[in-house]
Nanobody, 115 residues
Framework: QVQLVESGGGLVQPGGSLRLSCAASGFTFSSYAMSWYRQAPGKERDIVAT???????NYADSVKGRFTISRDNAKNTVYLQMNSLKPEDTAVYYC?????????WGKGTLVTVSS
């Protein structure tokens, strides 16, 4: 079965950096686009970044130039490097993939940006 396990969240000061990881299993990882979403308290879940199976990337305007999505097909892992973090980046970050018409989600990892 498809499983997605996020890690790497935590408390960081404004201007700091974090790298999130998402370990995937249960599907042919290299064949699928992977995405990161986030959900701030009291808000809807919004897309952050996507990486295609060929490595093409797309970002939400709010994170362009600060966040970088990447993937390691040998490790079945997708990453989100987050730099210049702002308090408004505080959220639970989720890894997601759509396989055979069904979207799967990890349980998320909490990122808190605060001084």
């Amino acid at each position: 079965q498809v499983q997605l396990v996020e890690s790497g969240g935590g408390l960081v000061q404004p201007g700091g950096s974090l790298r999130l990881s998402c370990a995937a299993s249960g599907f042919t990882f290299s064949s699928y686009a992977m995405s990161w979403y986030r959900q701030a308290p009291g808000k809807e879940r919004d897309i952050v970044a996507t990486i295609g199976n060929g490595g093409s990337t797309n970002y939400a305007d709010s994170v362009k130039g600060r966040f970088t999505i990447s993937r390691d097909n040998a490790k079945n892992t997708v990453y989100l490097q987050m730099n210049s973090l702002k308090p408004e980046d505080t959220a639970v970050y989720y890894c997601t993939v759509r396989v055979l018409g069904r979207r799967y989600w990890g349980k998320g990892t909490l990122v808190t940006v605060s001084s």
